[in-house]
T-cell receptor, first 113, second 112 residues
Framework: KAGVTQTPRYLIKTRGQQVTLSCSPISGHRSVSWYQQTPGQGLQFLFE???????NKGNFPGRFSGRQFSNSRSEMNVSTLELGDSALYLC????????????FGPGTRLTVL | KQEVTQIPAALSVPEGENLVLNCSFT??????LQWFRQDPGKGLTSLLLIQSSQREQTSGRLNASLDKSSGRSTLYIAASQPGDSATYLC???????????FGKGNQVVVIP
């Protein structure tokens, strides 16, 4: 069974631009979560989607948004990029429940210049 | 707010020694705890998941224990190998949601 895939793997943007990252969960998984990883803050939760609805949201500004499609694929968007948005963005999928293992993708490395 | 701490932040061990990695968390109201491995610049690989009702889980050379009441988990890696060099992260899933709270990780180097 294929794992979680994320595209693109690397992105370079300039301040003020916007970016869209994509995540395809493991087949059959309905929950998709997004995390930001930086050297200083570690891994921080952005949001979770389940059956096309945002089920939970972390403490990030409104510039960070996401959505989930009917096939469970998810996208996250960051508008008006700032230097501090440079990070590894990780997507995780799980079956549905809160007791299920979460499986992570390889991440998208975003660099903001 | 759940706080997850991993000590030590970094350690080096000679090949063949057993590794002991510690994770502590402040709120015992959790569904489960998951241990991950991360290689430099890569995503997270799930190693073990321990449900809150369990005391330990084993997979090959890996064994993880959970003491929910004291807010502690330990990951044991037996007979370490150079390929075990990586950062190990623990994450707890609180009651009521799917939002993992992560520690900063234990960076491990196994010296051949």
């Amino acid at each position: 069974k294929a794992g979680v895939t994320q595209t693109p793997r690397y992105l370079i943007k300039t301040r003020g631009q916007q970016v869209t990252l994509s995540c395809s969960p493991i087949s059959g998984h309905r929950s998709v979560s997004w995390y930001q990883q930086t050297p200083g803050q570690g891994l921080q939760f952005l949001f979770e989607y389940f059956s096309e609805t945002q089920r939970n949201k972390g403490n990030f500004p409104g510039r960070f948004s996401g959505r989930q499609f009917s096939n469970s694929r998810s996208e996250m968007n960051v508008s008006t990029l700032e230097l501090g948005d440079s990070a590894l963005y990780l997507c995780a999928s799980s079956l549905q429940g809160h007791t299920d293992t979460q499986y992570f993708g390889p991440g998208t490395r975003l660099t903001v210049l | 707010k759940q706080e997850v701490t991993q000590i030590p932040a970094a350690l080096s061990v000679p090949e063949g020694e057993n590794l002991v990695l510690n994770c502590s968390f402040t709120d015992s109201a959790i569904y489960n705890l998951q241990w991950f491995r991360q290689d430099p610049g890569k995503g997270l690989t799930s190693l073990l998941l321990i449900q809150s009702s369990q005391r330990e889980q084993t997979s090959g050379r890996l064994n993880a224990s959970l003491d929910k009441s004291s807010g502690r988990s330990t990951l044991y890696i037996a007979a370490s190998q150079p390929g075990d060099s990586a950062t190990y992260l623990c994450a707890v899933r609180p009651y009521g949601n799917n939002r993992l709270a992560f520690g900063k990780g234990n960076q491990v180097v196994v010296i051949p």
